[in-house]
DNA sequence: AATCCACAGGAAGCCCGGGAAC
DNA sequence: GTTCCCGGGCTTCCTGTGGATT
């Protein structure tokens, strides 16, 4: 019985997506809506190397999901291509910073990506490839400007989310990427910075500051009417014809609008809006699939974000919970505290002060699991009320989850429950 | 008007692990 | 290998707060 009706239920549906790819935020568009301004700021400034002068550095700006590193990579594409016929050779080289972050790491896997561009030439053979580690700094950078000065060429290096590369004083890597020209004989290179932190240029030496933003472009967010033109051309893409229904695009449109023009957002809650459908076996996406959707993507952003807590966040987060499900009304730091510190007791944990304690609260509210508002209560006193904003139960299995806790064992959440 | 509760939250300093420099 | 430095987690100590109570 279940053989048989197990693919004809699923056959005799109709799909709802043509190919789905098309609404991950990975996927480059050949057009950029609503980019126009900017993609024709960006290629005046690469022009320069086709004409083989050195354009200047250029520093990005802009919320996430507005498109930036869509666009740099559009543009970087086409200035590639470009640059086939033209009598100078430009290689961009992309670099996630928030992945590779460290100077030796940087340098070699810039390196490491132009020598991967360069495969087919002659002079690769004679190039140095940079060990994963191992190798002292000033080598890794020597093999790194050889490589780079093999041929006669404008290098472009893309840093995506630059801010992660600058630690206060630290910022040797972009010092001597500033600097890189100065030793370099036949190639040219230019950085382009991409960052959605508008104050970490404060947090950069005075000379790399001024090399850096030689040129800026800034990204503003997408408004609602624009995410929809989006959506509508991606949608085009990836659903069958005629399976969404009205107003499911606006609605998405109107939701990411809200999270300050995310783009991204908005493809995601299409995308999953999408396959809640198809998973109930429904013929079109409703408005009532994209309120889902967005429940869903809020849902797995706390769940991640409790998963990852660090274990004394995750007790004091457990104390909260239990005591939520106990009584009605919100509860107060001052019990949380004392019901923590038993939870520690129990599990043989070490018991922080409370003045951490408050400080692990405040984290929780900020991260958006926990809602406490600043009460006086006058001869009572002056306190947190703490909501939580997920169940008490899912905290609890949450939780239980962590390593270190499960070693402890079950009794411990079998003596908490009520 | 004075008092007082139950914390909030700032400042300073300790401790420890990890990475860089020597 | 050793030393140095740094940042993050944490503690200690402290001052501030505003309305119910006296």
Request: hydrophobic share 40%; proline share 4%; with cysteine.
């Amino acid at each position: 019985m279940i053989q048989k009706n197990l693919f004809e239920d699923i056959m005799r549906t109709k799909p709802i997506f043509k190919n789905r790819e098309f609404l991950r935020h990975t996927y480059i568009p050949d057009r950029l809506l609503h980019r126009d301004e900017q993609v024709k700021q960006l290629a005046r400034i690469l022009a320069a190397p086709l004409r083989g002068e050195t354009p200047s550095n250029v520093l990005i700006y802009g919320k996430p999901g507005t498109g930036k590193t869509a666009t740099v990579r559009y543009v970087g594409k086409e200035l590639e291509e470009a640059s086939k016929n033209s009598q100078m050779k430009v290689n961009v080289l992309y670099l996630n910073c928030e992945i590779v972050n460290t100077h030796y790491r940087v340098l070699a896997s810039l390196a490491e990506t132009l020598l991967d561009q360069m495969k087919e030439s002659e002079v690769v053979k004679n190039l140095p490839r940079i060990p994963r580690t191992g190798w002292p700094l000033d080598e890794v950078y020597r093999a790194f400007v050889k490589t780079l000065d093999a041929e006669n060429r404008q290098v472009v290096i893309v840093l995506d989310e630059i801010d992660k590369l600058v630690r206060k004083e630290g910022d040797d890597v972009l010092y001597s990427l500033t600097r890189v020209n100065l030793e370099l004989k036949k190639a040219r290179t230019c950085i382009i910075g991409i960052s959605n932190n508008l104050s970490f240029i404060n947090m950069l030496d005075a000379r790399v500051r001024s090399s850096l933003s030689g040129e800026e472009v800034v990204f503003p967010p997408y408004n609602a009417n624009q995410l929809r033109d989006i959506l509508e051309e991606r949608a085009r893409m990836s659903f069958c014809d005629g399976v969404l229904a009205e107003g499911v695009i606006p609605l998405c449109a109107a939701y990411a609008a809200r999270e300050h023009g995310d783009a991204r957002r908005a493809l995601d809650l299409l995308r999953v809006a999408g396959e809640i459908a198809e998973e109930e076996g429904a013929e079109t996406v409703t408005v009532e699939h994209v309120r889902k959707a967005h429940e869903t993507i809020e849902q797995d952003h706390i769940v991640e974000v409790i998963k990852t807590l660090p274990l004394q966040s995750k007790l004091v987060l457990l104390a909260i919970s239990i005591l939520a499900q106990r009584k009605p009304r919100p509860v107060t730091t001052g019990e949380v505290y004392e019901y923590y510190k038993m939870i520690c007791h129990k599990s043989g944990t070490d018991v922080l002060t409370s003045r951490r304690v408050q400080d692990l609260i405040a984290e929780l509210d900020l991260l958006g699991i926990i809602c406490a508002r600043l009460v006086n209560r006058g001869r009572y006193g002056r306190t947190k009320e703490i909501k939580l904003n997920i169940h008490p139960l899912q905290v609890q299995a949450l939780v239980q989850e962590d390593a270190i806790l499960s070693l402890v064992g079950p009794e411990i959440f079998a003596f908490l429950s009520p």
